[in-house]
């Protein structure tokens, strides 16, 4: 079984002053329905903005603020405005600043029994309850799990202007694990492999996963809501402009069903865009990253929209 399940993992206020060796963050502390939800607001040159960037990351046992990718890539979608980023429960700005590449073993048991999409969902809107009078406009962006997040939070708010979800893959999860499977072992494993994480899953549905077993980093919580969570009929419900991009190259998540879902989803507010030949990580077939080009497209997107500021 574990070997299953490591294939799925290979898928899926007051300021407190925090510093990496490359940002300076500060971070807030909204004390929200008996708990804390700690957040970062970095603030543009341009000072003050009225624009609102809100940014998702995916599924990684890493601090947001350690998420650099995410932050130098995306937070050019709109450069002149502020950047909220808010941080998965039970993470710290120590998680993923040393050494990135050894999260798994590191990987905090607070935030592994906390993890839940639905929770990351309920503090993103706390904060932006607590910031939205600030701004004129708030675009979310999310990509992977950060893309699903970014669609529950676009079903369930109106004051949004604009979301845009990346690879998040088809309409539910376990098709992505199974698809990726297909992509990632040769024929003669691959069978094996789903049908152990197809018994991984209908226990999982069964409530059957002990409070200390996080396969993959993550609790039942997270593994429940992962595989029931609908995103065909979260993106049916948006009701702002969204647009999801989905490379096709991806072995991450089920492209496939992306296509098929998106064919089948009437909503007028969607924009569905698709990159031939780029992968999970937006790199090309000679492994250049072409995120850029990527990020001009969403802008001039956003753009067409002619959202008055």
Not at 153 to 168: E, M, P
Not at 212 to 233: C, M, R, V
Request: net charge negative.
């Amino acid at each position: 079984m574990q070997k299953f399940i490591l294939v799925a993992l290979y898928l899926v206020g007051y300021s407190v002053f925090v510093e990496s060796a490359e940002n300076p963050f500060d971070r807030q502390i909204l004390k929200h329905d008996d708990k804390e939800i700690h957040y970062y607001l970095l603030k543009s040159d341009s000072n003050p903005s009225k624009e609102l960037l809100v940014l998702i990351q995916g599924s990684d046992c890493k601090s947001v603020v350690n998420n650099q990718n995410l932050i130098k890539n995306f937070r050019g979608v709109l450069p002149n405005s502020d950047v909220l980023l808010v941080e998965k429960t039970g993470l710290t700005p120590d998680v993923g600043l040393h050494d990135p590449n050894s999260l798994e073993e590191n990987c905090p048991v607070e935030y592994m029994r906390n993890d839940s999409y639905f929770e990351r969902v309920d503090n993103y809107i706390a904060v932006l309850n607590q910031l939205k009078n600030q701004y004129q406009h708030i675009v979310v962006l999310g990509g992977s799990e950060g893309a699903v997040v970014t669609n529950i939070i676009a079903s369930r708010v109106n004051f949004i202007d604009a979301a845009i979800s990346l690879n998040g893959g088809g309409q539910f999860f376990i098709n992505d694990v199974i698809y990726s499977i297909n992509k990632s072992l040769p024929a003669e494993e691959a069978q094996g492999a789903i049908e152990g994480f197809n018994q991984f899953a209908d226990a999982v549905l069964h409530d059957h996963l002990d409070d200390d077993q996080f396969p993959s980093n993550h609790g039942q919580n997270w593994w429940y809501e992962a595989l029931t969570i609908d995103n065909k009929k979260l993106l049916q419900g948006v009701s702002k402009p969204h647009l999801v991009i989905q490379t096709l190259t991806d072995i991450n998540v089920d492209v496939e069903g992306s296509q098929k879902m998106m064919n089948e989803i009437n909503n007028p507010n969607i924009t569905y865009k698709t990159y031939s030949t780029l992968d999970h990580y937006f790199k090309d077939s000679q492994d250049n990253n072409q995120t850029a080009v990527v990020i001009a497209d969403i802008q001039d997107w956003y753009t067409k929209l002619n959202i008055k500021k």
